[in-house]
Protein backbone atom coordinates (compact mmCIF):
# COMPACT_ATOMS: atom_id res chain seq x y z
CA UNK A 1 0.00 0.00 0.00
CA UNK A 2 3.17 1.80 0.04
CA UNK A 3 2.41 5.09 -2.42
CA UNK A 4 -0.87 5.07 -2.22
CA UNK A 5 -2.35 7.68 0.15
CA UNK A 6 -4.88 6.74 3.11
CA UNK A 7 -8.30 6.98 1.99
CA UNK A 8 -9.86 10.46 3.43
CA UNK A 9 -13.36 9.24 5.48
CA UNK A 10 -16.12 11.20 3.97
CA UNK A 11 -18.34 11.31 6.88
CA UNK A 12 -15.62 13.49 9.02
CA UNK A 13 -15.32 16.65 6.03
CA UNK A 14 -17.52 19.52 6.05
CA UNK A 15 -18.69 18.70 2.61
CA UNK A 16 -20.25 15.44 4.05
CA UNK A 17 -21.94 17.40 6.82
CA UNK A 18 -23.19 20.37 4.26
CA UNK A 19 -24.84 17.52 2.41
CA UNK A 20 -26.59 15.93 5.39
CA UNK A 21 -28.05 19.68 6.27
CA UNK A 22 -29.10 20.00 2.53
CA UNK A 23 -30.53 16.56 2.81
CA UNK A 24 -33.03 17.97 6.16
CA UNK A 25 -33.69 20.50 4.54
CA UNK A 26 -34.82 19.19 1.79
CA UNK A 27 -37.07 16.03 3.54
CA UNK A 28 -38.50 18.92 5.74
CA UNK A 29 -39.48 21.12 3.35
CA UNK A 30 -41.39 18.75 1.43
CA UNK A 31 -38.96 18.25 -1.43
CA UNK A 32 -41.32 17.80 -5.18
CA UNK A 33 -40.36 16.85 -8.05
CA UNK A 34 -43.46 17.72 -9.72
CA UNK A 35 -43.14 21.62 -7.71
CA UNK A 36 -39.21 21.54 -9.04
CA UNK A 37 -40.36 21.32 -12.65
CA UNK A 38 -43.08 23.58 -12.04
CA UNK A 39 -40.76 26.52 -10.32
CA UNK A 40 -38.14 25.89 -12.97
CA UNK A 41 -38.68 26.10 -16.57
CA UNK A 42 -34.45 25.72 -16.56
CA UNK A 43 -34.76 22.09 -14.98
CA UNK A 44 -34.29 19.65 -17.90
CA UNK A 45 -31.69 21.99 -19.85
CA UNK A 46 -29.91 22.32 -16.92
CA UNK A 47 -29.40 18.54 -16.29
CA UNK A 48 -29.05 17.40 -19.20
CA UNK A 49 -26.25 16.12 -20.90
CA UNK A 50 -24.86 14.78 -24.35
CA UNK A 51 -21.98 12.63 -24.72
CA UNK A 52 -21.21 11.49 -28.18
CA UNK A 53 -24.06 8.63 -28.89
CA UNK A 54 -25.75 8.82 -25.88
CA UNK A 55 -27.94 11.87 -24.03
CA UNK A 56 -28.70 12.35 -20.42
CA UNK A 57 -31.67 13.11 -18.86
CA UNK A 58 -31.12 14.07 -14.87
CA UNK A 59 -34.09 16.15 -14.18
CA UNK A 60 -36.14 13.30 -12.30
CA UNK A 61 -33.70 13.02 -9.78
CA UNK A 62 -34.23 14.31 -5.54
CA UNK A 63 -31.44 16.95 -6.63
CA UNK A 64 -31.64 20.74 -6.97
CA UNK A 65 -28.73 23.12 -8.29
CA UNK A 66 -27.34 22.92 -4.36
CA UNK A 67 -27.38 19.46 -4.33
CA UNK A 68 -24.79 19.19 -7.16
CA UNK A 69 -22.41 21.77 -5.85
CA UNK A 70 -22.12 19.64 -2.72
CA UNK A 71 -22.17 16.22 -3.94
CA UNK A 72 -19.04 17.75 -6.68
CA UNK A 73 -17.59 19.50 -3.56
CA UNK A 74 -17.38 16.35 -1.23
CA UNK A 75 -16.02 14.30 -4.58
CA UNK A 76 -13.16 16.79 -4.26
CA UNK A 77 -12.98 16.39 -0.43
CA UNK A 78 -12.29 12.74 -1.07
CA UNK A 79 -9.52 13.38 -3.62
CA UNK A 80 -12.03 11.94 -6.59
CA UNK A 81 -9.70 14.07 -9.44
CA UNK A 82 -6.09 12.70 -7.85
CA UNK A 83 -7.13 9.01 -7.87
CA UNK A 84 -8.58 9.74 -11.13
CA UNK A 85 -5.33 10.56 -12.56
CA UNK A 86 -3.76 7.69 -10.63
CA UNK A 87 -5.46 5.03 -11.73
CA UNK A 88 -5.31 6.41 -15.84
CA UNK A 89 -1.36 6.44 -15.07
CA UNK A 90 -1.06 3.04 -14.00
CA UNK A 91 -0.72 3.71 -10.37
CA UNK A 92 -1.25 0.92 -7.81
CA UNK A 93 -4.43 1.67 -6.67
CA UNK A 94 -5.64 -1.96 -6.10
CA UNK A 95 -3.65 -2.40 -2.94
CA UNK A 96 -5.12 -5.57 -1.48
CA UNK A 97 -3.33 -7.02 -4.44
CA UNK A 98 -0.45 -4.71 -5.40
CA UNK A 99 -1.44 -3.83 -8.50
CA UNK A 100 -1.83 -1.12 -11.18
CA UNK A 101 -5.88 -0.54 -12.68
CA UNK A 102 -5.83 -0.13 -15.97
CA UNK A 103 -8.23 -1.61 -17.94
CA UNK A 104 -8.50 1.37 -19.75
CA UNK A 105 -5.52 0.96 -20.84
CA UNK A 106 -7.15 -1.63 -23.40
CA UNK A 107 -8.85 0.74 -25.54
CA UNK A 108 -6.40 3.16 -26.06
CA UNK A 109 -5.28 4.01 -29.70
CA UNK A 110 -2.23 2.61 -31.05
CA UNK A 111 -1.36 6.07 -31.72
CA UNK A 112 -0.18 5.80 -27.86
CA UNK A 113 2.47 3.26 -27.59
CA UNK A 114 5.14 4.60 -25.91
CA UNK A 115 2.92 7.43 -23.54
CA UNK A 116 2.14 4.82 -20.99
CA UNK A 117 5.11 2.52 -19.20
CA UNK A 118 4.06 0.83 -16.16
CA UNK A 119 6.67 -1.33 -14.31
CA UNK A 120 8.93 -1.16 -17.16
CA UNK A 121 5.80 -2.34 -19.42
CA UNK A 122 5.48 -0.44 -22.76
CA UNK A 123 1.09 -1.03 -21.87
CA UNK A 124 -0.57 0.21 -25.15
CA UNK A 125 1.84 -1.42 -26.72
CA UNK A 126 1.46 -4.88 -25.15
CA UNK A 127 -2.25 -4.46 -25.73
CA UNK A 128 -2.24 -3.90 -29.77
CA UNK A 129 0.34 -7.10 -30.06
CA UNK A 130 -2.71 -9.08 -28.84
CA UNK A 131 -5.17 -7.73 -30.38
CA UNK A 132 -3.42 -7.52 -33.44
CA UNK A 133 -3.16 -11.39 -33.21
CA UNK A 134 -6.65 -11.91 -31.65
CA UNK A 135 -8.25 -9.77 -35.33
CA UNK A 136 -5.67 -12.19 -37.40
CA UNK A 137 -7.25 -15.35 -35.49
CA UNK A 138 -10.48 -14.09 -35.86
CA UNK A 139 -10.61 -13.28 -39.47
CA UNK A 140 -8.95 -16.93 -40.52
CA UNK A 141 -12.20 -18.03 -38.44
CA UNK A 142 -14.55 -16.16 -40.02
CA UNK A 143 -12.82 -16.69 -43.33
CA UNK A 144 -13.17 -20.28 -43.89
CA UNK A 145 -9.33 -20.49 -43.75
CA UNK A 146 -9.20 -22.29 -40.06
CA UNK A 147 -11.01 -25.51 -40.23
CA UNK A 148 -11.47 -28.30 -38.19
CA UNK A 149 -9.49 -32.02 -38.11
CA UNK A 150 -11.95 -32.98 -41.38
CA UNK A 151 -11.49 -29.73 -42.93
CA UNK A 152 -14.53 -28.46 -42.76
CA UNK A 153 -15.37 -24.74 -41.64
CA UNK A 154 -16.15 -23.37 -37.93
CA UNK A 155 -20.15 -22.70 -37.63
CA UNK A 156 -20.43 -22.74 -34.09
CA UNK A 157 -17.93 -21.26 -31.61
CA UNK A 158 -18.61 -22.38 -27.47
CA UNK A 159 -16.79 -20.15 -25.38
CA UNK A 160 -16.20 -21.20 -21.79
CA UNK A 161 -15.23 -19.35 -18.36
CA UNK A 162 -16.99 -17.87 -15.52
CA UNK A 163 -17.66 -14.33 -13.79
CA UNK A 164 -16.11 -11.99 -15.63
CA UNK A 165 -14.59 -14.43 -18.46
CA UNK A 166 -18.28 -15.10 -19.27
CA UNK A 167 -20.97 -12.38 -18.27
CA UNK A 168 -19.47 -9.73 -20.49
CA UNK A 169 -19.09 -11.52 -23.65
CA UNK A 170 -22.10 -13.10 -23.15
CA UNK A 171 -23.79 -9.44 -22.51
CA UNK A 172 -21.93 -8.37 -25.73
CA UNK A 173 -22.74 -11.12 -28.29
CA UNK A 174 -26.80 -10.41 -27.13
CA UNK A 175 -26.48 -7.00 -27.33
CA UNK A 176 -24.70 -6.60 -30.68
CA UNK A 177 -26.54 -9.45 -32.41
CA UNK A 178 -27.19 -7.62 -35.45
CA UNK A 179 -23.75 -7.37 -36.28
CA UNK A 180 -23.05 -11.02 -36.40
CA UNK A 181 -21.81 -10.89 -40.18
CA UNK A 182 -19.75 -14.47 -40.51
CA UNK A 183 -22.58 -16.77 -40.09
CA UNK A 184 -20.86 -18.03 -36.86
CA UNK A 185 -23.28 -18.74 -33.61
CA UNK A 186 -21.79 -18.67 -30.46
CA UNK A 187 -22.29 -20.31 -27.47
CA UNK A 188 -21.12 -19.82 -23.72
CA UNK A 189 -20.69 -22.25 -20.82
CA UNK A 190 -20.35 -21.00 -17.38
CA UNK A 191 -21.75 -23.12 -14.82
CA UNK A 192 -20.63 -26.06 -13.35
CA UNK A 193 -23.77 -27.54 -13.63
CA UNK A 194 -23.36 -30.46 -16.08
CA UNK A 195 -26.86 -29.21 -17.60
CA UNK A 196 -24.69 -26.26 -18.58
CA UNK A 197 -23.02 -27.91 -20.97
CA UNK A 198 -25.61 -30.33 -22.27
CA UNK A 199 -27.36 -28.13 -23.19
CA UNK A 200 -24.94 -25.29 -24.87
CA UNK A 201 -23.21 -28.97 -26.64
CA UNK A 202 -26.71 -30.30 -27.92
CA UNK A 203 -27.34 -30.34 -31.40
CA UNK A 204 -23.50 -29.20 -32.28
CA UNK A 205 -21.34 -30.78 -34.74
CA UNK A 206 -17.87 -31.87 -33.20
CA UNK A 207 -16.53 -31.39 -37.07
CA UNK A 208 -17.31 -28.02 -37.71
CA UNK A 209 -17.52 -26.15 -33.33
CA UNK A 210 -14.30 -24.23 -32.18
CA UNK A 211 -13.95 -24.39 -28.15
CA UNK A 212 -12.19 -20.97 -26.68
CA UNK A 213 -11.52 -21.56 -23.24
CA UNK A 214 -11.13 -18.66 -20.92
CA UNK A 215 -9.24 -18.82 -18.06
CA UNK A 216 -6.19 -16.21 -17.17
CA UNK A 217 -4.86 -19.06 -14.62
CA UNK A 218 -5.74 -22.13 -16.36
CA UNK A 219 -6.77 -23.29 -13.25
CA UNK A 220 -10.33 -21.76 -12.37
CA UNK A 221 -12.12 -24.53 -11.18
CA UNK A 222 -15.36 -24.72 -13.11
CA UNK A 223 -13.92 -23.42 -16.56
CA UNK A 224 -11.22 -26.22 -16.19
CA UNK A 225 -14.25 -29.05 -15.30
CA UNK A 226 -16.56 -28.02 -18.47
CA UNK A 227 -13.41 -27.52 -20.79
CA UNK A 228 -12.19 -31.59 -19.96
CA UNK A 229 -16.15 -31.98 -20.40
CA UNK A 230 -16.02 -30.36 -23.68
CA UNK A 231 -12.79 -32.05 -24.89
CA UNK A 232 -14.18 -35.66 -24.16
CA UNK A 233 -17.76 -34.42 -26.26
CA UNK A 234 -15.63 -33.28 -29.33
CA UNK A 235 -13.14 -36.33 -29.09
CA UNK A 236 -16.27 -39.05 -28.47
CA UNK A 237 -18.11 -37.11 -31.52
CA UNK A 238 -15.24 -37.30 -33.73
CA UNK A 239 -14.69 -40.63 -33.54
CA UNK A 240 -18.67 -41.78 -33.73
CA UNK A 241 -18.47 -40.05 -36.76
CA UNK A 242 -15.39 -41.81 -37.81
CA UNK A 243 -13.21 -38.76 -38.09
CA UNK A 244 -10.68 -39.38 -36.33
CA UNK A 245 -9.67 -43.22 -35.47
CA UNK A 246 -8.86 -42.52 -31.68
CA UNK A 247 -5.42 -42.45 -31.43
CA UNK A 248 -3.39 -40.05 -29.37
CA UNK A 249 -1.62 -38.77 -32.63
CA UNK A 250 -5.18 -37.68 -34.34
CA UNK A 251 -6.81 -36.59 -31.15
CA UNK A 252 -3.90 -34.48 -30.22
CA UNK A 253 -4.40 -33.02 -33.88
CA UNK A 254 -8.33 -32.45 -33.18
CA UNK A 255 -7.42 -30.73 -30.43
CA UNK A 256 -4.89 -28.51 -31.60
CA UNK A 257 -7.51 -27.63 -34.31
CA UNK A 258 -10.70 -27.27 -32.31
CA UNK A 259 -9.40 -25.32 -28.84
CA UNK A 260 -7.69 -22.27 -28.35
CA UNK A 261 -6.91 -20.44 -25.28
CA UNK A 262 -7.34 -17.30 -23.58
CA UNK A 263 -5.09 -17.33 -20.90
CA UNK A 264 -1.27 -16.83 -19.91
CA UNK A 265 -0.19 -19.99 -18.26
CA UNK A 266 0.79 -21.44 -21.29
CA UNK A 267 2.51 -24.53 -19.77
CA UNK A 268 -1.12 -25.46 -18.48
CA UNK A 269 -2.11 -24.62 -21.80
CA UNK A 270 -0.05 -26.20 -24.08
CA UNK A 271 -0.86 -29.42 -20.88
CA UNK A 272 -4.00 -29.52 -22.07
CA UNK A 273 -3.62 -30.08 -25.76
CA UNK A 274 -3.64 -26.47 -26.97
CA UNK A 275 -1.04 -24.88 -29.43
CA UNK A 276 0.43 -22.27 -26.73
CA UNK A 277 0.74 -20.06 -30.50
CA UNK A 278 -3.12 -19.98 -30.04
CA UNK A 279 -3.44 -18.75 -26.73
CA UNK A 280 -3.88 -14.91 -26.16
CA UNK A 281 -3.18 -13.45 -22.65
CA UNK A 282 -4.00 -10.31 -20.43
CA UNK A 283 -2.66 -8.69 -17.78
CA UNK A 284 -2.77 -8.74 -13.74
CA UNK A 285 -3.64 -5.24 -14.14
CA UNK A 286 -7.17 -6.41 -15.51
CA UNK A 287 -10.00 -7.56 -13.62
CA UNK A 288 -11.96 -10.42 -14.71
CA UNK A 289 -14.88 -8.44 -14.95
CA UNK A 290 -13.29 -5.68 -16.78
CA UNK A 291 -11.84 -7.50 -18.84
CA UNK A 292 -14.62 -8.17 -21.78
CA UNK A 293 -12.47 -5.35 -24.24
CA UNK A 294 -9.31 -7.83 -23.83
CA UNK A 295 -8.60 -11.09 -24.94
CA UNK A 296 -11.54 -12.41 -23.33
CA UNK A 297 -14.28 -11.29 -25.92
CA UNK A 298 -11.86 -13.24 -28.47
CA UNK A 299 -15.64 -14.88 -29.20
CA UNK A 300 -16.84 -11.70 -30.08
CA UNK A 301 -14.23 -10.75 -32.78
CA UNK A 302 -15.02 -14.06 -34.47
CA UNK A 303 -18.44 -13.08 -34.28
CA UNK A 304 -18.48 -9.63 -35.34
CA UNK A 305 -15.04 -9.08 -36.86
CA UNK A 306 -12.63 -6.80 -35.91
CA UNK A 307 -13.70 -3.79 -37.86
CA UNK A 308 -17.06 -4.01 -35.39
CA UNK A 309 -14.52 -4.69 -32.09
CA UNK A 310 -12.39 -1.84 -32.98
CA UNK A 311 -15.61 0.41 -33.08
CA UNK A 312 -16.67 -0.89 -29.62
CA UNK A 313 -13.26 0.02 -28.56
CA UNK A 314 -13.62 3.73 -29.54
CA UNK A 315 -16.42 4.08 -27.44
CA UNK A 316 -14.98 2.86 -24.35
CA UNK A 317 -12.09 5.47 -24.58
CA UNK A 318 -14.25 8.47 -26.02
CA UNK A 319 -16.40 7.79 -22.48
CA UNK A 320 -12.89 7.28 -20.95
CA UNK A 321 -11.40 10.57 -22.37
CA UNK A 322 -15.00 12.50 -21.63
CA UNK A 323 -14.81 11.14 -18.12
CA UNK A 324 -10.78 12.36 -17.97
CA UNK A 325 -11.25 15.40 -18.94
CA UNK A 326 -14.66 17.19 -18.19
CA UNK A 327 -14.45 19.09 -14.91
CA UNK A 328 -16.32 17.83 -12.08
CA UNK A 329 -20.34 19.98 -12.25
CA UNK A 330 -20.76 19.14 -16.03
CA UNK A 331 -19.23 15.67 -16.27
CA UNK A 332 -22.48 13.53 -16.01
CA UNK A 333 -20.24 10.28 -15.06
CA UNK A 334 -19.19 11.68 -12.04
CA UNK A 335 -22.82 13.15 -11.02
CA UNK A 336 -24.35 9.93 -11.51
CA UNK A 337 -21.75 8.36 -9.28
CA UNK A 338 -21.72 10.94 -6.84
CA UNK A 339 -26.17 10.93 -6.91
CA UNK A 340 -25.94 7.32 -6.51
CA UNK A 341 -23.83 8.29 -3.07
CA UNK A 342 -26.40 10.45 -2.38
CA UNK A 343 -28.98 7.69 -2.36
CA UNK A 344 -27.21 5.17 -0.44
CA UNK A 345 -25.60 7.65 2.29
CA UNK A 346 -28.57 9.66 2.85
CA UNK A 347 -32.20 8.56 1.56
CA UNK A 348 -30.77 4.79 2.40
CA UNK A 349 -31.64 3.70 -0.47
CA UNK A 350 -30.02 -0.21 -0.63
CA UNK A 351 -31.11 -1.32 -4.05
CA UNK A 352 -30.97 0.51 -8.09
CA UNK A 353 -32.15 -0.85 -10.54
CA UNK A 354 -31.39 -0.82 -14.31
CA UNK A 355 -34.29 -1.22 -16.83
CA UNK A 356 -32.84 -1.25 -20.10
CA UNK A 357 -35.54 -0.48 -23.32
CA UNK A 358 -34.10 -2.51 -25.80
CA UNK A 359 -34.22 -6.60 -25.75
CA UNK A 360 -30.63 -6.83 -26.84
CA UNK A 361 -29.74 -5.43 -23.81
CA UNK A 362 -31.68 -8.18 -21.74
CA UNK A 363 -28.34 -9.45 -19.86
CA UNK A 364 -26.99 -5.50 -19.41
CA UNK A 365 -28.31 -6.23 -15.53
CA UNK A 366 -26.93 -9.21 -14.78
CA UNK A 367 -23.56 -7.39 -16.33
CA UNK A 368 -23.51 -4.67 -14.22
CA UNK A 369 -24.84 -6.87 -10.85
CA UNK A 370 -21.17 -8.46 -11.05
CA UNK A 371 -19.18 -4.98 -11.99
CA UNK A 372 -20.61 -3.03 -8.94
CA UNK A 373 -21.31 -5.55 -6.51
CA UNK A 374 -18.15 -7.29 -6.56
CA UNK A 375 -16.31 -4.20 -6.94
CA UNK A 376 -18.10 -2.20 -4.41
CA UNK A 377 -19.41 -5.07 -1.80
CA UNK A 378 -16.49 -4.07 1.25
CA UNK A 379 -16.81 -3.72 4.32
CA UNK A 380 -13.07 -2.41 4.77
CA UNK A 381 -11.02 0.55 2.99
CA UNK A 382 -8.42 0.42 0.86
CA UNK A 383 -5.62 1.00 4.06
CA UNK A 384 -7.48 -2.15 5.71
CA UNK A 385 -9.94 0.23 8.14
CA UNK A 386 -13.55 -0.34 8.32
CA UNK A 387 -15.86 1.53 6.34
CA UNK A 388 -17.59 4.48 8.25
CA UNK A 389 -20.87 4.51 5.88
CA UNK A 390 -22.84 2.13 3.99
CA UNK A 391 -21.34 0.74 0.59
CA UNK A 392 -22.45 -0.53 -2.76
CA UNK A 393 -26.27 -1.10 -3.69
CA UNK A 394 -27.61 -4.07 -5.24
CA UNK A 395 -28.34 -3.73 -8.92
CA UNK A 396 -30.55 -5.36 -10.54
CA UNK A 397 -33.18 -5.37 -13.47
CA UNK A 398 -35.10 -6.95 -16.37
CA UNK A 399 -35.80 -5.11 -19.59
CA UNK A 400 -39.10 -3.28 -20.62
CA UNK A 401 -41.53 -3.83 -20.81
CA UNK A 402 -41.09 -7.15 -18.85
CA UNK A 403 -40.23 -5.63 -16.34
CA UNK A 404 -43.88 -3.89 -16.01
CA UNK A 405 -45.70 -6.66 -15.38
CA UNK A 406 -43.43 -8.19 -13.10
CA UNK A 407 -41.59 -5.79 -10.44
CA UNK A 408 -42.41 -2.35 -11.38
CA UNK A 409 -45.16 -2.21 -8.16
CA UNK A 410 -42.64 -2.33 -5.91
CA UNK A 411 -41.09 1.14 -7.53
CA UNK A 412 -43.94 2.89 -7.97
CA UNK A 413 -45.58 2.11 -4.67
CA UNK A 414 -43.72 0.25 -2.12
CA UNK A 415 -42.08 1.47 0.87
CA UNK A 416 -38.83 1.52 -0.42
CA UNK A 417 -37.37 4.10 -2.75
CA UNK A 418 -35.11 2.49 -5.81
CA UNK A 419 -33.44 4.72 -7.93
CA UNK A 420 -33.35 3.53 -11.34
CA UNK A 421 -31.60 4.21 -14.86
CA UNK A 422 -33.72 3.35 -17.72
CA UNK A 423 -31.58 3.21 -21.09
CA UNK A 424 -33.50 3.07 -24.78
CA UNK A 425 -32.26 4.43 -28.57
CA UNK A 426 -34.21 6.00 -31.09
CA UNK A 427 -33.83 3.73 -33.68
CA UNK A 428 -34.30 -0.52 -33.75
CA UNK A 429 -32.84 -3.04 -35.96
CA UNK A 430 -35.96 -3.98 -36.20
CA UNK A 431 -38.91 -1.81 -37.69
CA UNK A 432 -42.45 -3.06 -37.62
CA UNK A 433 -45.75 -1.91 -37.38
CA UNK A 434 -49.06 -3.02 -36.00
CA UNK A 435 -51.36 -1.90 -38.68
CA UNK A 436 -50.39 1.99 -38.37
CA UNK A 437 -48.87 1.76 -35.36
CA UNK A 438 -45.41 1.89 -35.07
CA UNK A 439 -44.11 -0.70 -32.84
CA UNK A 440 -40.93 0.85 -31.27
CA UNK A 441 -42.74 4.11 -30.76
CA UNK A 442 -45.24 2.39 -28.76
CA UNK A 443 -42.18 0.83 -26.67
CA UNK A 444 -40.67 4.15 -26.22
CA UNK A 445 -43.88 5.14 -24.86
CA UNK A 446 -43.78 2.79 -22.46
CA UNK A 447 -40.48 4.24 -21.51
CA UNK A 448 -41.13 7.26 -21.16
CA UNK A 449 -44.37 7.03 -19.34
CA UNK A 450 -42.77 4.77 -16.60
CA UNK A 451 -40.27 7.80 -15.51
CA UNK A 452 -43.06 10.53 -15.73
CA UNK A 453 -45.02 8.36 -13.50
CA UNK A 454 -42.66 7.75 -11.03
CA UNK A 455 -41.43 11.55 -10.81
CA UNK A 456 -44.82 12.57 -10.57
CA UNK A 457 -47.38 9.98 -9.46
CA UNK A 458 -50.77 10.32 -8.78
CA UNK A 459 -52.96 12.53 -6.40
CA UNK A 460 -56.05 11.29 -4.43
CA UNK A 461 -58.15 14.01 -6.17
CA UNK A 462 -57.05 12.73 -10.12
CA UNK A 463 -57.79 9.72 -8.88
CA UNK A 464 -61.18 10.23 -7.86
CA UNK A 465 -61.42 12.77 -10.68
CA UNK A 466 -61.67 9.36 -13.16
CA UNK A 467 -64.56 8.66 -10.91
CA UNK A 468 -62.58 5.64 -8.67
CA UNK A 469 -64.92 4.38 -5.63
CA UNK A 470 -63.70 6.32 -2.55
CA UNK A 471 -62.46 3.15 -0.87
CA UNK A 472 -60.08 2.25 -3.23
CA UNK A 473 -58.31 5.92 -4.28
CA UNK A 474 -55.58 4.94 -1.49
CA UNK A 475 -54.78 1.89 -3.77
CA UNK A 476 -54.47 4.03 -7.17
CA UNK A 477 -52.32 6.65 -5.42
CA UNK A 478 -48.68 7.08 -6.66
CA UNK A 479 -46.24 9.88 -4.70
CA UNK A 480 -44.08 10.29 -6.88
CA UNK A 481 -40.76 11.72 -6.22
CA UNK A 482 -38.90 7.81 -7.17
CA UNK A 483 -35.53 9.17 -8.96
CA UNK A 484 -34.75 7.67 -11.95
CA UNK A 485 -32.17 8.75 -14.92
CA UNK A 486 -32.76 8.74 -18.57
CA UNK A 487 -30.50 7.66 -20.84
CA UNK A 488 -31.73 7.94 -24.82
CA UNK A 489 -29.13 6.67 -27.62
CA UNK A 490 -29.20 6.81 -31.14
CA UNK A 491 -29.16 3.22 -31.44
CA UNK A 492 -27.61 0.17 -30.31
CA UNK A 493 -24.16 0.47 -32.31
CA UNK A 494 -20.78 -1.28 -30.91
CA UNK A 495 -19.40 2.30 -29.88
CA UNK A 496 -22.55 2.92 -27.88
CA UNK A 497 -21.76 -0.02 -26.24
CA UNK A 498 -18.50 0.63 -25.31
CA UNK A 499 -19.65 4.15 -24.31
CA UNK A 500 -22.48 2.60 -21.83
CA UNK A 501 -20.03 -0.36 -20.43
CA UNK A 502 -17.43 2.23 -19.43
CA UNK A 503 -20.26 4.33 -17.57
CA UNK A 504 -20.89 1.97 -15.21
CA UNK A 505 -17.40 0.86 -14.35
CA UNK A 506 -16.97 4.99 -13.77
CA UNK A 507 -19.49 5.27 -12.05
CA UNK A 508 -18.31 2.21 -9.69
CA UNK A 509 -15.32 4.13 -9.56
CA UNK A 510 -16.56 7.33 -8.21
CA UNK A 511 -18.90 5.54 -5.63
CA UNK A 512 -15.81 2.89 -4.39
CA UNK A 513 -13.77 6.83 -4.01
CA UNK A 514 -16.15 8.46 -1.66
CA UNK A 515 -16.72 5.40 0.45
CA UNK A 516 -12.73 5.07 0.40
CA UNK A 517 -12.45 1.04 -1.05
CA UNK A 518 -10.26 -1.03 -2.76
CA UNK A 519 -13.04 -1.30 -6.06
CA UNK A 520 -10.81 -3.66 -8.16
CA UNK A 521 -10.14 -6.52 -5.85
CA UNK A 522 -12.44 -9.41 -4.93
CA UNK A 523 -11.38 -11.71 -1.71
CA UNK A 524 -15.32 -12.41 -0.88
CA UNK A 525 -15.16 -15.04 -3.23
CA UNK A 526 -12.61 -16.95 -2.38
CA UNK A 527 -13.68 -18.15 1.05
CA UNK A 528 -16.54 -20.48 -0.52
CA UNK A 529 -14.23 -21.65 -3.40
CA UNK A 530 -11.45 -23.16 -0.52
CA UNK A 531 -14.53 -25.01 1.30
CA UNK A 532 -15.86 -26.17 -1.86
CA UNK A 533 -12.64 -27.79 -2.08
CA UNK A 534 -12.53 -29.14 1.46
CA UNK A 535 -16.49 -30.12 1.51
CA UNK A 536 -16.23 -31.87 -1.83
CA UNK A 537 -14.82 -34.98 -0.94
CA UNK A 538 -16.98 -35.58 1.90
CA UNK A 539 -19.60 -36.75 -0.36
CA UNK A 540 -17.82 -40.46 -0.15
CA UNK A 541 -15.30 -39.76 2.54
CA UNK A 542 -16.26 -40.27 5.94
CA UNK A 543 -13.06 -39.02 6.81
CA UNK A 544 -13.63 -35.82 4.93
CA UNK A 545 -17.24 -35.29 6.07
CA UNK A 546 -16.61 -35.79 10.43
CA UNK A 547 -14.95 -32.24 9.73
CA UNK A 548 -18.04 -30.54 8.37
CA UNK A 549 -20.43 -28.42 10.94
CA UNK A 550 -23.53 -30.29 11.71
CA UNK A 551 -25.43 -28.85 9.27
CA UNK A 552 -23.34 -29.79 6.32
CA UNK A 553 -23.10 -33.06 7.61
CA UNK A 554 -27.22 -33.53 7.36
CA UNK A 555 -27.31 -32.52 3.78
CA UNK A 556 -24.55 -34.41 2.92
CA UNK A 557 -26.67 -37.27 4.42
CA UNK A 558 -29.40 -36.73 2.46
CA UNK A 559 -27.77 -36.50 -0.51
CA UNK A 560 -26.25 -40.17 -0.16
CA UNK A 561 -29.96 -41.58 0.58
CA UNK A 562 -31.03 -39.64 -2.31
CA UNK A 563 -28.60 -39.80 -5.06
CA UNK A 564 -29.31 -42.19 -7.53
Given at each position: MAGVP?????????EWQALQAHHDKLVASGFSLKKSFANDPQRVRKLSFDLDDL???????????????LLVKLGRAVGLEERRSAMFAGEHINTTEDRAVLHTALRRPEAEKGSLVVDGQDVVADVHEVLDRMYAFAERVRSGEWKGVTGKRITDVVSIGIGGSDLGPVMVYEALRPYADAG????????????????KVRGLDPQTTLVIVVSKTFTTLETLT???????????GLRASGAIDGSPEQEAEAIAKHFVAVSTALDKVAEFGIDPQNAFGFWNWVGGRYSVDAAVGLSLIVAFGPERFREFLVGFNDLDRYFCETPLEQNVVALMGLVNVWYVNFFGAESHAVLPYDQYLHRFPAYLQQLTMESNGKGVRWDGSPVTSDTGEIFWGEPGTNGQHAFYQLIHQGTRMIPADFIAFANTPN???DGDQDVHELFLGNFLAQTKALAFGKTAEEVRAEGTPEEIVPARC???????????GEALTPHALGELI?????ITFVEGTV?????????????????????TPAFHDDEALQGQDASTKALIAYYRAHRK
Open positions: APIDATQTPHFDLSKNLVDDETLKISVRYVSNIDPNDMAENAREAKAWMLEPTKFTGNRPTTSIFALYEHWGIDSFDQWGVELGKQLAKQI
